[in-house]
C-alpha cells in the first residue's frame, strides 16, 4: 500500500503564477483533507471532502484558492495567481472512520 | 472556536529519562484529543487518541477535563524518540477536521 500520494514534492514559481497539486487517496478513503502547513505552525485545514461534496471549506481563500475531488477520488487544489505568502507545505489526508487520519508526504510550495 | 496550546517549541531530554510534551486545549464541547508524531523524512502520522486509552511505543496521555490538558508522557526516553510531536483536536465523531497545536521538537540526548 503506497498510503497518501501526492505530487509534486516540491515546486518552486514566481509570484502570479498558477500552480497545482495533486492528491491520490488511500483506496477506499472517503473524507479527504487539504492542509496547509507555514513554517514553524501546525496543519490548518484548508477544505475537507466527503466523496466529491466539499463539506468544509470555511478556510479556503477562495479568491485565489480552488479546489476539486471529480468522482470522489483523487484530487488538486490550485492556486491562482500565487503570492509571496503562499510558500508553505500543502498536505493531503484521508480517512475513512475519522478516528485516524493518514497523511501524505507534502508538497512544498516555494514563491518567489 | 476550537484552540490547541503547546508551549514547548523545543524539547531536549537525556536518554532513559522521563518525557512530558505539554498539550493544553480549548473547545467548549466534548472533544476527541490526539497526538501525531512526524519523524526525520517521514509523513505525519498518527501515535494515540485518548479515546483508545492505549500505550504506543511506550507514549501514554491522558486527558484532563477539568485541567483542559492532554499531556504525552513516556517514563524512559529513547533515541528513537526524537521526532516533531503535534497534539491536535477534533471538535466530535466522524471525519471532522483536525485543529493543531504548533508542535514541540523533542531531542534525545544519548
Known amino acids: 500500500e503506497a498510503g497518501v500520494v501526492q505530487s509534486p514534492r516540491y515546486k518552486i514559481i514566481e509570484k502570479k503564477q498558477p500552480v497545482a497539486f495533486w492528491c491520490n487517496p488511500i483506496?477506499?478513503?472517503?473524507?479527504l483533507y487539504w492542509y496547509l502547513q507555514n513554517l514553524g505552525q501546525g496543519p490548518e485545514l484548508l477544505i475537507r471532502y466527503e466523496n466529491e461534496e466539499a463539506v468544509d471549506d470555511s478556510q479556503l481563500p477562495k479568491d485565489r484558492f480552488s479546489a476539486e475531488r471529480l468522482k470522489g477520488v483523487d484530487s488538486t487544489l490550485k492556486i491562482q495567481p500565487a503570492e509571496l505568502g503562499d510558500s508553505a507545505v500543502y498536505l493531503c489526508a484521508s480517512s475513512s472512520t475519522g478516528y485516524e487520519q493518514y497523511f501524505g508526504p507534502g508538497t512544498r510550495l516555494t514563491v518567489t | 472556536a476550537q484552540r490547541v496550546t503547546q508551549p514547548e517549541k523545543l524539547l531536549s531530554v537525556f536518554k532513559g529519562a522521563p518525557v512530558e510534551l505539554k498539550c493544553n486545549y480549548s473547545?467548549?464541547?466534548?472533544?476527541?484529543l490526539f497526538w501525531y508524531v512526524q519523524y526525520s523524512r517521514q509523513r505525519l502520522q498518527l501515535l494515540l487518541r485518548?479515546?483508545s486509552r492505549e500505550s504506543i511505543k511506550g507514549f501514554t496521555a491522558d486527558l484532563n477535563k477539568g485541567e483542559t490538558s492532554f499531556h504525552l508522557k513516556k517514563p524512559f526516553a529513547q533515541e528513537e524518540d526524537s521526532a516533531m510531536y503535534y497534539c491536535?483536536?477534533?471538535?466530535?465523531?466522524?471525519?471532522?477536521?483536525?485543529?493543531f497545536g504548533t508542535g514541540t521538537r523533542l531531542t534525545i540526548i544519548p
Open positions: 491536535a483536536l477534533s471538535a466530535g465523531f466522524g471525519n471532522e477536521k483536525l485543529t
Open positions: 483506496s477506499g478513503h472517503n473524507t
Open positions: 485518548h479515546i
Open positions: 473547545y467548549s464541547g466534548s472533544p476527541e
